[in-house]
């Protein structure tokens, strides 16, 4: 199960209280306030690891907590600091305020590690009440609570490539092809539930993450379909490819299908949409596929249009190449249609 979205409360430890003691012993008849302080409370740590690829561990924990700082003991002795509950993230976590949706912590790499819950400082004991005329205090401190929010936890997969476009458009296909990654194939609408991650080899000991993200369709900003639930895991792609289905099966007009896809990214981010994209020209191993790859390059004057068959791997080799080098000019402008 892959879960990539959790609201959690989480709550640090209290701090222990101080202790009112007064020192008794043998050749020591004044020893006078011996009482220690407390332990300072745990905190709640969230931590990015390579070891979480999915929230599903917080997916049913609805509380993470810190334990409490010991009291305080007599002697001047303090007590032990609550422990620290480290929570393990997948890299690519955001963090937010569930009831402002303001973004606390982007976990963008790995063993970044953010304090979502400070433990409470431990109170002060006896022994730091005395004075030249209070010789016998027996004040002391309580000790602080710890703090308690609730948080959002947004996964967002960091990937060089997103593969978009409509349900059954190749997508998968192609991430099997160039990588190691066995995502499910299936000739039905929405075929893959969950993005998937592969990692291939584009040549010169350089590798691409490539990210195979399930289908959008006409709506998805609002919530059609898979909607924009995984709409966010492309605003990390430093690139995208856009598939598109030179001879789909049910007549559609394949410039059309290009131009749902693409209003869907950009009502979603108009600065995603401005991102550096590849248009790739899928199933030109079917009767007039060729020739319809060529009619749709015509159509979409401006963007890079690269005819493949991700079913066959013919073309594969050149669209991946154009992607390194896109890659390493950057960025570029979207133009207009």
Known sequence: MFVDCVTIKVKAGDGGDGCVAFLREKFRPWGGPAGGDGGKGGDVIFEASREADTLLHLYRRKLVKARNGSPGQGKNCSGRDGENEVVRV???????????EEVLCDMAAEGMRFVAARGGRGGRGNQHFATP??????EFEKGEKGEERTLTLELKLI????????????????LARISAARPKIAPFPFTTLRPQLGITEAGGFRRLIVADLPGIIEGAHKGVGLGDEFLRHVERTAFLVHIVDVRPPDGSDPAENFRIVENEVERYSAELASRGRIVAANKI???GGEKAARRLAERLRGFEVVPISAATGKGISNLLSRLM????????SKPAW
């Open 133 to 138: 005329s209070h010789r016998t205090p027996r």
């Open 325 to 332: 080098e896109r890659l390493e000019i950057g960025r570029i």
């Open 90 to 100: 997948p890299i690519g976590t955001v963090v937010k305020d569930a009831s402002t």
């Open 159 to 174: 990937a060089d490539v997103g593969l978009i476009g409509l349900p059954n458009a190749g997508k998968s296909t192609l």
């Open 285 to 287: 191993d079917l009767p």
